[in-house]
């Protein structure tokens, strides 16, 4: 049995007392993306193997407990299948997302790597390798479901995701150059939030069923991931797009991409990165009458207050970043981030947190201290 793990302490202030955003105020913090785990792996066979991580998470947003728990089988050298437990592997990051050794951030762009694509699901896998010429290429795909707490904007949402799939094509050239496309497929998704849905009851029993139905959460997303990185011995450099689009009524579309490009110095590596997202809400029309009677009045109130509770996630970002190897294992990174969001929106800050005539444009400091062993 091999045992191993990862630990980071990440610690943050933001540049502003008119909201907080990931759970960082104008007070420096170590609890919204510190982290600690362990991993054991277990060979059965020279085929079969079995994998198990438990992790601790700082933040009361998201649970800690298992993430990973499948089993490993490679009947031939170029193929491998896997089931259980297992990491989401739609972006170039996803599978080490709570590694972070393995990046340059102190945290991944949030505009790709947030809560909106499902990160882990339970299900199978299998993946392909083969070359041609000096190209290796992997083909996988993956089908499961998910079950699992999502917080957006200002509410946390319970999920449920059946026949989650999706298929990766990836190639590598060989010469520090990558490229992934990504796809997945969630039709068949379940909502559950207890203050929306009591306000549909409401809304159904006043007869405001078109109204209802609007603020229905069940449906279906589909996401189209491209990607592409170069490690070289001087400069390294990553790049990832999304498109994102559901049909659920309150929700619609998402585009976010970002671009980051870094030179190695010795031990040292400094980088910066551009980030953006774009963000279409569907328009809910509030038809209730107001001023007609108390329980209207309430409904009205009830829908106008949800609205506002729902994500609008545009931002743009600017980041600039070091990390020191100072020893084996172990590294040390200090970033800055300029947050641009759109007034009136979410943009990706915790929307109870914000401010009357707050901008959304402020700065995020933070340093990282990452080990694995």
Request: hydrophobic share 40%; charged share 20%; glycine share 8%.
């Amino acid at each position: 049995m091999r045992i191993s793990g990862f630990t980071r302490v990440v610690g943050g202030v933001l540049g502003t007392d008119e909201a907080q955003y990931q759970g960082y105020d104008n007070n420096f913090s170590l609890s919204s993306f510190s982290l600690a785990a362990v991993q054991a792996d277990y060979a059965f066979t020279d085929n079969l193997k079995g994998s198990a991580q438990v992790l601790y998470h700082s933040s009361e947003i998201r649970q800690s407990g298992v993430e990973w728990l499948y089993l490993s089988y490679e009947p031939v050298d170029a193929i491998q299948i896997k089931a259980g437990r297992l990491r989401t592997p739609v972006l170039l990051y996803s599978d080490v997302q709570d590694v972070g050794y393995a990046y340059p951030w102190a945290i991944a762009p949030q505009q790709l790597y947030s809560a909106y694509l499902f990160s882990r699901y339970e299900g199978a896998n299998l993946r392909y390798r083969f070359a041609w010429d000096s190209i290796q290429f992997e083909l996988e795909g993956y089908w499961g479901h998910f079950d699992d707490d999502i917080k957006a904007a200002d509410l946390m949402l319970n999920v449920h995701v059946e026949n989650l799939n999706g298929f990766i094509a990836s190639a590598d050239f060989g010469n520090g150059v990558s490229l992934r496309l990504a796809t997945m497929d969630a039709p068949e998704i379940e909502v559950e939030t207890a203050q929306l849905e009591l306000l549909r009851s409401g809304l159904l029993q006043a007869g405001f069923t078109d109204l209802a139905e609007q603020l229905s959460l069940g449906g279906g997303a589909t996401a189209l991931i491209s990607g592409a990185s170069y490690q070289g011995l001087e400069w390294f450099a990553a790049a990832e797009w999304m498109y994102l689009n559901s049909d659920i009524e309150v929700l619609a579309e998402l585009q976010a991409y970002y671009f980051t490009l870094g030179r190695y110095l010795g031990e040292f590596q400094i980088f910066a990165t551009v980030a953006d997202s774009s963000y279409q809400l569907n328009t809910i029309e509030n038809s209730i009458p107001l001023g007609v009677a108390p329980g209207l009045d309430q409904l009205y109130f009830g829908v106008e207050q949800l609205k506002q509770s729902l994500p609008t996630d545009e931002l743009f970002t600017l980041s600039l970043g070091a990390r020191w190897d100072f020893r084996p294992s172990m590294a040390l990174k200090a970033e800055i981030t300029w947050l641009d969001g759109e007034p009136g929106q979410s943009s990706f800050y915790d929307v109870t947190s914000i401010q009357d005539g707050f901008d959304r444009d402020t700065t995020l400091y933070q340093v990282a201290w990452e080990w694995v062993f």
